[in-house]
């Protein structure tokens, strides 16, 4: 194992990672009506400007992983931060809502990178070390990317909607020089695997057939789902059904930031006390209960902000736990294969959430009923499957 770099180091170093991957999904979705407007497009178009860039990162997942075991960390980070920053230029110059959309795939394509955050940390983590790093990292992740939607609503306010897109532009940047000058290799030469394409397929094989490992990966990819399913649906609640601007949609982003690293604060505190796996059984419980809340309030028509607010915060608060305990209970057996598992782990869940987004992306904007019913829907079938993921009882 590498010489481990200080906490507060280990934490800059992956935090950045796991933030600008969420940033550059939300910073641009408070524009999303004015894009429909712009280009003259249906709703449900722009919203594929998501489910796109999730792709693009799902796909490209498969490569970094790999890629990374046999090159190094921080040559594949560099190469996907350079792809991302040419996808940002790609949306601002955007003439129309295609050439948008490809910029969207490239960008994914790009940030795919960052799924080797959890790969840094099993190099340098393991056991309940790993597990309390994860909260940590979970803790400081989850407190930025809310500020996404803030500045998005600022720039769009101020500037239009392509401004978004030079600020990822920036953060690609400084993204590039930072990791080029201050990031130490974590993956060292004897631990470097050589390229063998039978040997990838084969670590590919063991982790999707491993049924801890999908399950965790799926749950976390159905969490990410719905965060990007309430993220792109309510934008356009907020502002055509409750007439709120972009500016004051971007706010409300922010109070969800209290919940989810509540939960992986109280998730932390109770791994010493509690199995991991309980713990996750138990904090999808509590997302199933705040999605049935939801349901409830949006069946009766009680149409009032708080009544969105106030399940959502629920929700989030349970996914602070699920988050860090999926993980780590999906790389337990995969230490020794960490670029390939990283890889399938981030690959699955974007997939799983991309798939969820394009759902969303059809989901009518006129009423809060058809948006409820997907969280119910969805929340169940998490909780069916961290249940499950395990041969073992609650």
């Known amino acids: 194992m590498p010489a481990r770099p200080s906490t507060w180091k280990m934490l800059l170093y992956v935090t950045s990672m796991a933030v600008i991957v969420q940033f550059a999904g939300d910073n641009f979705l408070p524009s999303l009506p004015a894009i429909t407007t712009y280009f003259n497009i249906s709703q449900s178009l722009t919203q594929y400007s998501v489910t796109l860039y999730l792709l693009g990162g799902a796909i490209c997942q498969f490569f970094y992983g790999p890629l990374s075991d046999v090159f190094g960390r921080k040559r594949a980070i560099l190469t996907g931060y350079s792809i991302f920053t040419l996808g940002s230029v790609f949306c601002f110059c955007a003439p129309s809502i295609y050439w948008l959309l490809v910029g969207r795939i490239i960008q994914g394509m790009g940030i795919a990178c960052t799924g080797l955050f959890r790969s840094v940390m099993r190099d340098f983590y393991e056991g309940k070390d790993l597990a309390k790093i994860g909260a940590v990292v979970s803790i400081a992740a989850t407190m930025t990317p809310p500020l996404a939607p803030i500045t998005g609503g600022y720039l769009e306010y101020y500037f239009g909607w392509r401004a978004s897109f030079v600020l990822l532009f920036l953060m690609g940047f400084s993204s590039i020089i930072f990791f080029a000058l201050y990031f130490p290799e974590s993956l060292h030469l004897e631990k470097r ?64 930031v209290f919940f989810m690293p509540l939960g992986a604060y109280l998730n932390r ?80 869940q974007i997939f799983t959430s991309a798939l969820l987004s394009g759902i969303a992306a059809e989901l009518p904007a006129d009423s809060v009923l058809p948006l409820s019913l997907f969280f119910l829907v969805v929340s169940l079938v998490l909780w069916l499957t961290v249940k499950f993921a395990k041969k073992i009882s609650i």
């Not at 902000?305 to 790389?331: D, E, H, K, R, W």
Request: hydrophobic residues 60%; contains cysteine.
């Open 193 to 256: 695997r050589k390229f063998s394409f039978a040997g990838i397929l084969r670590n590919y094989r063991e982790c999707f057939l491993n049924r801890c490992f999908f399950s965790f990966s799926v749950a976390s990819g159905l969490c990410l789902g719905l965060i990007f399913a309430y993220m792109t649906v309510g934008t356009f609640l907020y502002q055509h059904v409750f007439g709120l601007s972009a500016v004051a949609y971007g706010w409300l982003a922010i109070f969800g």
């Open 269 to 348: 505190l109770l791994m010493d006390k509690y199995p991991v796996h309980c713990l996750t059984v138990w904090a999808a419980g509590l997302i199933l209960f705040g999605s049935l809340l939801l349901f409830v309030f949006a069946w009766f028509q009680l149409s009032h902000i708080a009544m969105i607010l106030i399940p959502v915060f629920i929700v989030y608060m349970g996914m602070g736990c699920v988050f860090p305990n999926s993980f780590t209970q999906a790389f337990e057996e995969f230490g020794h294969i960490a670029g390939v598992a990283g890889a399938a782990f981030g690959a699955i």
